[in-house]
């Protein structure tokens, strides 16, 4: 009978040790995000990025813009001055920009410094 045990806990380790490789691979190995799409100011001094998370699980061909992603707010020295995550990165179509405010229709209102 302990045979079978020792086999049993080898077993066990080894599926435990395949797990903790794939978990590592998955973790190491996740795209990163991509710049979908810019946006600068009229006046030059700033600029809303928009990255795009890849998706894991297959999408449907015409589906790749519905991925998630951010959109940041920068200065035209690079400094961020805010960010917000995004449902859909398509939602995205324009920045309405303002003397005192940038803003991402339905998505947010940043005021600029």
């Known amino acids: 009978m302990s045979e079978v045990r ?7 380790l080894a599926c435990l040790l395949l797990l903790v490789v ?3 691979v998955v973790a190491f190995s996740r795209p990163r995000e ?12 700033y600029r809303v990025e928009v990255y795009r998370r890849p ?9 790749a813009s519905d991925a998630p ?4 707010l920068m200065d035209s020295s690079g ?7 995004v449902d859909m990165v398509q939602l995205v179509d324009g920045v309405e ?3 005192r405010s940038a803003s991402i229709r339905t998505v947010v209102h940043w005021q600029l410094p």
């Open 69 to 72: 992603g951010r959109a940041v």
């Open 97 to 99: 920009w303002e003397e």
């Open 6 to 12: 020792a086999r049993w806990r080898r077993w066990l």
């Open 34 to 45: 991509e710049l979908h799409a810019t946006f600068t100011s009229p006046d030059g001094k």
């Open 22 to 24: 794939l978990a590592a």
């Open 79 to 85: 400094r961020v001055l805010g960010d917000v995550d």
């Open 55 to 63: 998706v894991w699980l297959g999408v449907f061909p015409g589906q």
